[in-house]
């Protein structure tokens, strides 16, 4: 629909723009004159933020598989209350996203179902087995826009340096889920005093630095540029920062839940605090907050797993690893980041727009005569507790809930159309003439 988005705080991270103003949508587009039509709505925004909508490099919408527990309409859907108009969907489906014909078959889910753009994420070995490479150049001309064997990494070097060289040469980034299972196997949580007490068997930071050390060697070898998913540990921090100093193209990426909790926060019974990488200690949540701020990590990302309530209540020791993220991202990074520590809004912004879009050597969301109108609204006094009740998603594994934070989604538009309109928006929204 053309609309007209009134009085709204405009900001723009990818230009720096930051004012009071009316944003016009025009035929799926940002304009810069407004719609004569006379079935063009107004929404007033007056108090409000108008942003680029959100970017997640690191969905899981668990189709095809596990549809009890997301689909990419519910997945989608919950995305766009979240405020985000563009997600990289995971390839750890069943079957994996390892051949062109995969990745054509989850486009044309998305075509039909999806709310927000979908894009794609290839696998890095065939079955995610870590054996034998994909065919990578196949994979990207289908529609790929990384390569990732996300919940594995490939372990064999040569074989990890054969996958970085044919990335490098098709021009597209390796997403790596940072974990040698040789250390990390039958692990459940943080290996440290807490889960010591706890008496649950610990997975240890050298995990995430085995395989860290070691994309850092295969990027400064090749040229690949290799970006570490849901980076949980401060030593790989360090060593993040230190590569990039050397020029060596390397990044990370940091979830919501690192940044909020740590292993102090876990039970031995409440399955919402076990995801993978695990919650790690005080000192590592410090150091990643400080490292999104000064931009060390330069990219926020959800990495949404959802699960069904059954699969998570089998306890700590069996439930499989995972939280939901999409619907809560927005509020829990605004609250602690900007918020709290005093990030400035530009700043933010950027780690969920311009941040993902330039690993993925993609121009970033912009709100720009001419652009796609990928725009979301938020309300940055809006305050409350996540309620499971009101989540879109299929799951409901979110460690958040119950907690109080500020900021909510008023609207969506993907490319125009109206992804989601929360009923305080609705009251707003009206005809223009």
Known sequence: MDM???GGRIVDPATGHDAVGDLYIV??????????????KRLDAAGWIVIPGLVDLHTHLREPGDPAAETVLTGTAAAARGGFT??????????????PDRIGELAQRAAADALVRVLPCGCLTQGRAGVAATDMSALKAAGAVAFSDDGDTPL???????IAVKAQRLELPILDHAEDKRCSAGGVMHAGSRSRDLGLPGIPEEAELLAVDRDIRMAAQTGCALHIQHVSSARTIERIRKARDRGIPVSGEATPHHLFFCDTDVTST??????????????DRRALREAVIDGAIAVLATDHAPHTADAKAKGFMDAPFGVVGLETALAATFTLLVCQSGMPLLAWLRRWTTGPMRILGMPPPRLAPGEPADVTVFDPEAEGLV??????????NSP???????????????????????????KRLRPES
Do not use: Y
């Open 27 to 40: 035929d799926g587009c940002i304009s810069d004159v407004p719609s004569a039509r006379p079935d063009c």
């Open 400 to 426: 958040f809930i119950g907690s109080s934070l500020k900021g909510k989604t008023m609207a969506t538009f993907c490319r125009g159309r109206l992804a989601w309109l929360d009923d305080d928006g609705a």
């Open 4 to 6: 007209v988005i009134a």
């Open 86 to 99: 563009t997600v990289v969907a995971m390839p750890n489906t069943r079957p994996p996203l390892d051949t």
């Open 156 to 162: 064999d070097e040569r074989l990890f340096e054969e």
């Open 270 to 283: 409440d399955t919402r605090f076990k995801m993978n990488p695990p919650l790690r200690g005080e000192h």
């Open 387 to 396: 309620d499971p009740a009101q989540f879109l998603s299929r799951s409901v």
